[in-house]
């Protein structure tokens, strides 16, 4: 027999750009399902696909040089496709390695991964394809601190996307007066730049601090419900079926609001996060929780 046939996918960028390409890797394994599909770009992140069933190999975006022809072509020479977000790769594939790059930016106003996919050739099983599930594994402290909560996520990868600290604060009240637990997730990003265990809380929250991104997945499946801003957890509960509310202020939710079977969205008020009433967010919340 043969070796299987390999096709390496690359995705740049952080855990949302990552998340937003597993119906599109799902779709590639069944025009392939004898195949093996690598996945490369944050490792961290590929590894989460893998462990969600998504792909086969996780591999390290650093690893395919394509600065250095001399260094990508042997990372490159075992595969048969390589489908990557970077044309850098066209310029560097051994012979016998077919190439197909493709823009990772919206084009209209439909889910991104729905875009991707036209683009690619590929027919989804939408939106069932971007739906994720978990392999049991032992609880970590991170899975239960997290788990029952209604667990808040006041970070993003950027502060303008972020709803204001004391709205956060509010929320907590509210709905601990409704009887709910209060998680706060804490990423690396939040406990560089505002760490949410200094703020004032009004009433007590368990902090939940995953190791890593598949720490982090099983942490969200834990939590009763989710709240969060415009970022890659709030992608994640949601495609874990975690009942979930993404906050927007500017930005294109029609292409990149979280896609869940239970999930939602609200857009701030002429796009000012400030704006967002915390009664408004509430109501969602407790529509989530108690309905």
């Given at each position: 027999?043969?070796?299987?046939?390999?096709?390496?996918?690359?995705?740049?960028?952080?855990?949302?750009?990552?998340?937003?390409?597993?119906?599109?890797?799902?779709?590639?394994?069944?025009?392939?399902?004898?195949?093996?599909?690598?996945?490369?770009?944050?490792?961290?992140?590929?590894?989460?696909?893998?462990?969600?069933?998504?792909?086969?190999?996780?591999?390290?975006?650093?690893?395919?040089?394509?600065?250095?022809?001399?260094?990508?072509?042997?990372?490159?020479?075992?595969?048969?496709?390589?489908?990557?977000?970077?044309?850098?790769?066209?310029?560097?594939?051994?012979?016998?390695?077919?190439?197909?790059?493709?823009?990772?930016?919206?084009?209209?106003?439909?889910?991104?991964?729905l875009q991707l996919a036209e683009q690619l050739g590929l027919s989804l099983q939408w939106p069932q394809d971007h739906w994720l599930e978990l392999p049991v594994r032992a609880p970590s402290p991170a899975v239960e601190a997290a788990r029952d909560t209604l667990l808040l996520a006041p970070g993003s990868g950027a502060v303008a996307k972020n709803w204001p600290a004391p709205h956060w604060q509010q929320l907590a009240a509210t709905m601990h007066r409704q009887g709910a637990a209060i998680g706060v997730l804490l990423g690396p990003v939040e406990r560089e730049r505002d760490d949410p265990r200094r703020w004032p809380w009004p009433v007590p929250v368990a902090f939940v601090a995953p190791s890593d991104a598949i720490d982090l997945a099983h942490a969200l499946a834990a939590a009763r419900a989710f709240v969060g801003n415009d970022s890659g957890p709030a992608h994640l509960a949601a495609m874990l079926a975690v009942p979930t509310l993404a906050l927007f202020g500017g930005g294109e939710p029609g292409v990149f609001a979280p896609i869940g079977p239970r999930a939602g969205y609200l857009q701030a008020p002429q796009q000012q996060l400030a704006a967002l009433d915390v009664a408004v967010v509430a109501g969602h919340v407790a529509a989530m929780l108690f309905r």
């Open positions: 027999m043969g070796e299987r046939r390999r096709v390496l996918f690359v995705r740049r960028g952080a855990l949302g750009d990552t998340l937003l390409v597993a119906a599109v890797l799902r779709a590639l394994r069944r025009r392939s399902p004898a195949g093996e599909l690598h996945v490369a770009g944050v490792l961290e992140l590929a590894q989460l696909l893998v462990h969600a069933g998504v792909a086969d190999v996780a591999r390290s975006r650093e690893a395919f040089a394509t600065w250095s022809p001399e260094r990508a072509a042997p990372q490159l020479a075992g595969y048969e496709l390589v489908i990557a977000d970077d044309p850098g790769f066209a310029a560097v594939a051994p012979a016998g390695v077919a190439v197909h790059t493709y823009d990772p930016r919206p084009r209209d106003q439909r889910a991104l991964p």
